[in-house]
């Protein structure tokens, strides 16, 4: 898995949202969310990998989330979990910007199933541990990242952060996606630790003579690139 995949599971009955992150919780980190307005907000973040949504939340529905998230720009697969099971409730569904449809009761293993799917289908999912970029490795499972075959010294996050960068390369991540992704919303720390531990990963960089760039975008964020790439 090239970093731990993300997933945002809006769903308000809580005996039912606690049954989804138990079966799915092998194969990513999950939040939870019981209604419309605190899942538009953590999805509307845009650092989650996948989002499970129920249909009929208290407050905002699913569809009116899905379609302010999709206004936004935010692009991530949506699989709608819910107990509208007509045709008509299944083409609205993907018209509004649903990646696939899951209806109540559902078996566990089709879940299961078509969460991995999903994941793999974006590459937030697949058979290896280990993700490369221009000659540097990340082994994600042995925590161990090296550049052209030697070990690179990370300290605290910022091998999570290298991960992330190098998972997304030639993407624009904001300051904000890289806080909230690594020390999450509810963090008392600092906004501005993310341009310290970009500024030391850098350094660490240079000093294995990497040939990465990690270029900062004014007023957007960070991008990752490869030599061949910029």
Request: net charge negative.
């Amino acid at each position: 898995m090239p970093t731990t995949a993300k997933v945002l599971v809006v769903e308000d009955e809580r005996e039912l949202s606690a049954d989804i992150v138990e079966l799915i919780k092998p194969i990513c980190e999950i939040t939870t969310a019981y209604d419309g307005e605190q899942g538009e907000f953590l999805a509307s973040q845009d650092v989650f990998d996948a989002i499970i949504l129920d249909l009929m939340l208290p407050g905002e529905s699913g569809l009116d989330l899905l379609l302010h998230i999709r206004s936004k720009g935010v692009k991530t697969p949506v699989l709608i979990l819910t107990a509208k099971d007509t045709i008509a409730d299944k083409l609205r569904g993907f018209n509004d910007g649903a990646d696939d449809y899951v209806t109540k009761p559902f078996h566990r293993e089709e879940l299961l199933a078509r969460m991995k799917a999903l994941l793999k289908r974006t590459g937030h999912l697949n058979d290896s541990d280990t993700i490369t970029l221009g000659q540097l490795e990340i082994n994600t499972s042995k925590h161990l990242a090296t550049f052209n075959g030697e070990p690179l010294t990370l300290k605290g996050r910022e091998f999570d952060l290298l991960a992330y960068l190098v998972a997304n390369p030639g993407t624009i991540i904001t300051k904000e996606q890289i806080f909230n992704r690594l020390w999450g919303f509810d963090s008392e720390t600092s906004l501005s630790v993310v341009e310290v531990y970009m500024s030391n990963l850098r350094k660490e960089l240079k000093h294995a003579g990497s040939d990465l760039s990690l270029r900062t975008i004014r007023n957007a964020g960070y991008i990752v690139e490869a030599p061949d790439e910029q």
